[in-house]
């Protein structure tokens, strides 16, 4: 199983940025998908997560209102669309998947399941 994340980079504040992270060797639809995120010297947080039909969601109260997840069951891809940026969310972004197994969905930094390599996304003030 691989998971890619890409779409990080250097953006000013107040702007928008949409991550992806893309998905093989797995049955996609079957696996629950969330993002992530770790600043330096801190411990890794849940941002945003999503079931497999894409109906089911639960978002960070740090980035409601400013962040939306979605995925594409038919391109193995989640999205992270990142609004209203502050520099208080630059860190490394991770996307993870792991396998629904109908609990609900964990909002915690820590998901037993695949991970990715992250992207950084750093916003400057």
């Known amino acids: 199983v691989q998971l890619v994340e890409s779409g990080g980079r250097l953006v000013q504040s107040g702007g928008s940025l949409t991550l992806s992270c893309t998905a093989s060797?797995?049955?996609?639809?079957?696996?629950?998908m969330g993002w992530f995120r770790q600043a330096p010297g801190e411990e890794r947080t849940f941002v945003a997560g999503?079931?497999?039909?894409?109906?089911?969601?639960e978002i960070s109260d740090s980035v409601k209102g400013r962040f939306t997840i979605s995925r594409d069951n038919t391109k193995n891809t989640v999205y992270l669309q990142m609004n209203s940026l502050k520099p208080e969310d630059t860190a490394v972004y991770y996307c993870?998947?792991?396998?629904?197994?109908?609990?609900?969905?964990?909002?915690?930094?820590?998901?037993?399941?695949?991970w990715g390599q992250g992207t950084q996304v750093t916003v400057s003030s």
């Open positions: 993870a998947a792991r396998y629904d197994s109908g609990t609900p969905i964990t909002m915690t930094g820590k998901w037993l399941g695949y």
């Open positions: 060797e797995l049955t996609f639809s079957n696996y629950i």
């Open positions: 999503i079931r497999g039909g894409g109906y089911v969601k």
